[in-house]
């Protein structure tokens, strides 16, 4: 064999050899890339072994684990954002919210009754509204939650006998809907519950009674004890009812009356009722249950100054009765028989100083809501003094606090707005949350993308 022949052979040779290396280092890597996502696809599966497998719970809920659910988070957030311009990126430290679509049943059913969604309770239909639109903060990606919603509406059950709401099926209802999400999802589970969001937005909040004496002796649901409460319920001191994580939020208010009330009225408008309350206000306050409403405090209101011409009070309710805010210097906002109350929110949105006579109320958002600088605080036993403490007020500060109450973001803070705009009622729930982190599974295992 000649020399040449040799060389050729040698070099055919070597060629085959880098030839199949290549080969060889090409399927190495699809081995090690398959690998990879074997054992990606393990972990999400052994977290859904955590569901219970004997479950006779029909599949009411979406899959989470559905292709377009695990679509990536960049791809989520990119298309989030472009949809809703009220939430900027960077907001909220990249807050995540999953809300569960739970069947008809826990929330829309209600809504046949149209006071589901515009009595002072509503705040949890609102809410629940606002997160569905909130595209940036929403995801249908639960594995990238830091927070669950559980949409229950419990307030829409309105009595035949007094038209109030009737909340005795509210502890049932939560039940059922913890039941379900825990038998479908891992979530629950994983954590019993401390990431997931409930509304309750009647007198004594997550106690879930309208009477102060059961609701302490009911207590909050052992269900939902390591959960957070959005509760209208908040006090200064040790109580039952406050128990359990909760943000203190304001009661619902409807965006569309104020704005139409302040056209009509706008706050640059003449104020001539000096001191207004319109509202229930017994002679006798001991009723039919043998309790005192409201402590006696609006019954003493109402024997002190009904007769005083500064004081405009009226014990029936008027459909038009924000006219009258609008009109008012000063309103007062006495305790229920909770401490909170409705006029909180309408006083300050519509201009009227609040005149707080509730002894250790917590008031809704205080970062966001100066409420020392708008508002004036009675005590209780001080109401002998009322109309020289206003009067007081009117010679000395009073353009002061109507000037703070002028503010547009105040105002803002303490409604429910669908779509949810920055700052508003809804955003400051979230603010709140955010606040929160240390219950996010995702945050806690380092989950966050940067």
């Known amino acids: 064999m000649t020399t040449t022949q040799k060389q050729r052979r040698h070099e055919k040779s070597f060629c085959f050899r880098h030839y199949y290396k290549w080969i060889l ?12 996502f074997v054992d990606h696809d393990h972990d999400h599966d052994h977290d859904d072994r955590t569901t219970p497998s004997n479950s006779s719970t029909p599949d009411l809920l979406p899959n989470p684990k559905s292709n377009s659910v695990m679509a990536s988070r960049a791809v989520i957030e990119s298309e989030s954002i472009g949809q809703d311009p009220n939430v900027k990126p960077g907001k909220l430290n990249g807050l995540k919210i999953y809300v569960y679509e739970l069947p008809s049943k826990f929330n829309k059913d209600w809504l046949q009754n149209d006071r589901c969604g515009s009595h002072l ?43 109030f709401p009737a909340i005795g099926h509210a502890r049932t209802l939560i039940s059922d809907a913890v039941r379900l999400v825990s038998a479908r999802f891992p979530f629950w589970n994983r954590t019993r519950g401390s990431d997931h969001v409930f509304v309750a937005t009647h007198d004594f909040g997550s106690c879930f009674h309208t009477m102060e004496d059961r609701a302490i002796a009911d207590g909050v649901p052992e269900i939902l004890k390591n959960s957070i409460i959005l509760q209208t319920f908040g006090v200064k001191y040790k109580h039952p009812c406050q128990g359990v994580e909760h943000v203190v939020i304001p009661p619902y208010i409807s965006p569309e009356s104020v704005r139409k009330t302040s056209n009509n009225f706008p706050a640059t408008g003449k104020r001539d009722i000096f001191v207004f309350f319109r509202g229930k206000m017994e002679v006798n306050p001991k009723n039919i249950s043998g309790r005192f409403y409201s402590k006696r405090v609006r019954t003493e209101i109402g024997r002190r100054y009904s007769g005083d011409r500064r004081f405009y009070l009226r014990r029936n309710r008027l459909a038009g009765y924000q006219s009258e805010i609008a009109r008012s210097v000063f309103c007062l906002c006495p305790l229920g028989w909770a401490p909170w109350s409705p006029r909180l929110v309408e006083s300050v949105v519509l201009g009227c100083v609040p005149v707080i006579i509730a002894d250790g109320i917590r008031l809704p958002f205080p970062s966001a809501v100066p409420w020392p600088e708008i508002s004036l605080t009675v005590p209780e036993r001080h109401l002998g003094d009322l109309g020289k403490i206003l009067e007081h007020v009117a010679a000395s500060n009073l353009s002061v606090i109507q000037r703070n109450l002028e503010e547009p973001s105040v105002k803002r803070a303490l409604l429910f707005n669908v779509p949810m705009e920055e700052g508003d009622a809804t955003w400051q729930v979230l603010e709140a949350l955010s606040e929160k982190f240390g219950r996010s599974v995702r945050r806690s295992k380092g989950f966050l993308l940067q």
């Open 25 to 36: 280092c090409f399927f190495l890597t699809l081995y090690f890339l398959a690998s990879f």
């Open 121 to 163: 309770f509503a705040a949890e239909v609102a809410l629940h509204r606002a997160l569905l639109g909130a595209a940036g903060v929403r995801t249908e990606d639960p594995y990238e939650a830091d927070f669950f919603f559980v949409p229950v509406y419990v307030s829409c059950n309105f009595s035949t006998v007094n038209g």
